[in-house]
């Protein structure tokens, strides 16, 4: 069945940086565009980034652009986010998904910018 395990998370200040690391399964990784999530404290759970099947176009919400790096390894089947200058209201929990959030949702990670 569709796997998607996410990790990487911790305890940051203000200013630091994070990789997150998400491992999948089930699925024919290559042919999915693919995505990171974040669910913010009683917040709803919202994209942050995509990466297209290729690696060749990434998009980010507007408020990570500049900050945050996605990327894929199609042969090892992980999709990464490099978290850089991170900010406060950056903490949350952190997902990968495809594109339309269409499998399973993993256990994500938690992120936790603070001083």
């Known amino acids: 069945q569709v796997q998607n395990v996410e990790s990487g998370g911790g305890l940051v200040q203000p200013g630091g940086s994070l990789t997150l690391s998400c491992a999948t399964s089930?699925?024919?990784?290559?042919?999915?565009?693919m995505g990171w999530y974040r669910k913010a404290p009683g917040k709803e759970r919202e994209w942050i980034a995509n990466?297209?099947?290729?690696?060749?176009?990434?998009k980010y919400k507007h408020s990570v652009e500049g900050r945050f790096t996605i990327s894929r390894d199609n042969a090892k089947k992980t999709v990464d986010l490099q978290m850089n200058n991170l900010k406060p209201e950056d903490t949350g929990v952190y997902y990968c998904?495809?594109?339309?959030?269409?499998?399973?949702w993993g256990p994500g990670t938690q992120v936790t910018v603070s001083s």
């Open positions: 998904n495809s594109a339309h959030g269409i499998f399973p």
């Open positions: 990466i297209t099947e290729a690696a060749d176009r990434t």
């Open positions: 089930g699925f024919t990784f290559s042919t999915y565009v």
